[in-house]
């Protein structure tokens, strides 16, 4: 959804970047493009009218600031309506509080039950969890099992049909952590009998924040289970799971923030870490291809020390094989490599598909071949010939193709950064990013 419905933004916003003269025709067109990337990503088509009578209206009359041109002042007006889509951003405090997991079955609750407890984590803070679904069975084993990995305690009772009892006693074997985390049951539809559960499981625990997991793929659908639910316990924050998997996330996001339940996480991934914060600004920031850089320094800070990775040097031209290993290792701790990069203000310049195209199973192979390169063959790639890739793939137990994969791969990312550097093409969204002061 994200990449379609991005790409889609993108070329509408560099459709009118082309034009010569912004006149009313220009803003008609760009309206028209605007209406259909979000009709087709499932945004209520009344939101999409209103949206864009805003924005044409908008565009014709008012005058831009000074020293703007008409092409910037339409385009800023479009981000900043489409952010106003999105609603507002949701403040997540780190400190002690209680947290009370709210949704239906197959909304992915227990799987973002395990990463919000790992993103609590990573911030320094001492998290427990507690299982009370007691309606679908292996909740307890699939929670417990997640929650190892990053060592987060977890409490249960399998077999135990008191949701009640199970969170009171969880309650007290947990009470050194900072963060307690209580994943609820989720049933097949929105039955009295869960509602009445969770209010009492709301009621028991004094929850700080009631959080609501929605599956993407329910789209506009989406506003009612949230109405729903903050009748029942006043829900104060959603987290949309499934992102990278449905047309609908578009008609999800903004049926929520319609319903002024905030959107606290979006999940778009299968592994533990795969859990982002929500930012409007830095959200639609990203769709439009101008990064998110709050987003990646943030995850950058938590994951890469200062002498990991030289981002200056290689952003001049200075790239090696040295350079590449460092980075792998970097990337490793950061996520997948497709989510960085679109944190990166790239404007219009299009990376390579093949620039993604490497699985952790891959690095650790690339890796392997690098550790038998000598000094001189890291810090100066250009002089491996085929005697001496015979020799690399002989060392590290590789095959000669695997080796000649990894001086592909080099040449596509040193391709790319001297890409990124350039920031080629007629329209560049970080000068765009400089004329909107800071925006």
Request: overall charge neutral; aromatic content about 4%.
């Amino acid at each position: 959804m994200l990449d379609r419905f991005g790409s889609g933004l993108k070329d509408a916003v560099k459709k009118l970047a082309g034009k010569s003269v912004i006149d009313k025709a220009a803003v008609d067109e760009l309206v028209r493009d605007l209406q259909r990337v979000l009709i087709q990503s499932d945004v209520n088509v009344k939101l999409v009218m209103e949206l864009t009578t805003t924005i044409k209206k908008r565009s014709l009359e008012e005058e831009p600031p000074k020293g703007m041109g008409a092409r910037e002042h339409v385009l800023r007006i479009v981000y900043e309506e489409l952010v106003n889509l999105m609603g507002e951003e949701v403040d997540v405090k780190l400190e002690s509080q209680t947290i009370l997991m709210a949704g239906l079955q197959g909304s992915g609750k227990t799987t973002t039950t395990g990463k919000l407890a790992r993103f609590f984590q990573r911030k320094g803070l001492r998290v427990g969890v507690i299982c009370a679904d007691v309606f679908r069975p292996g909740a307890y084993d699939q929670l417990s099992t997640l929650c190892q990995k990053v060592n987060v305690p977890c409490y249960g009772e399998p077999g135990e049909t008191d949701a009640i009892g199970i969170v009171t006693r969880g309650m007290k074997e947990l009470t050194g952590t900072e963060v307690l985390i209580i994943d609820t049951q989720g049933r097949h539809a929105l039955e009295n009998e869960l509602i009445e559960e969770i209010i009492a499981l709301n009621k028991l625990s004094h929850a700080t924040h009631r959080w609501l997991v929605i599956d993407a793929a329910l789209g506009q659908q989406a506003r009612e289970q949230a109405r729903r639910f903050h009748e029942a316990i006043d829900i104060d924050g959603v987290i949309i799971t499934k992102m990278d998997g449905t047309a609908k996330g578009g008609g999800a996001l903004s049926a929520v923030a319609e319903t002024k339940s905030g959107i606290v996480f979006v999940g778009s991934g299968e592994t533990i870490e795969d859990l982002e914060r929500f930012d409007p600004d830095g959200f639609i920031s990203r769709l439009l291809g101008m990064g998110d850089l709050r987003a990646l320094v943030e995850r950058a800070e938590e994951a890469i020390s200062p002498e990991d990775v030289d981002v200056n040097a290689m952003l001049k031209g200075k790239f090696t094989l040295r350079d590449m290993y460092k980075q792998l290792e970097a990337l490793k701790k950061m996520g997948p490599l497709k989510q960085v990069m679109n944190m990166l203000p790239l404007g219009n310049v299009d990376l390579p598909q093949d620039a993604f195209d490497v699985t952790s199973v891959k690095m650790d192979r690339f890796k392997y071949i690098m550790d038998s390169m000598t000094d001189g063959e890291l810090d100066n790639p250009g002089v491996i010939s085929g005697s001496r890739i015979q020799r690399i793939s002989v060392g590290s137990g590789t095959s000669p193709e695997e080796v000649r994969e990894l001086i592909k791969y080099y040449k596509t990312m040193q391709r790319t950064l001297k890409t990124m550097r350039g920031g080629q093409g007629k329209f560049n969204m970080q000068r765009m990013m400089k004329k909107f002061g800071g925006m």
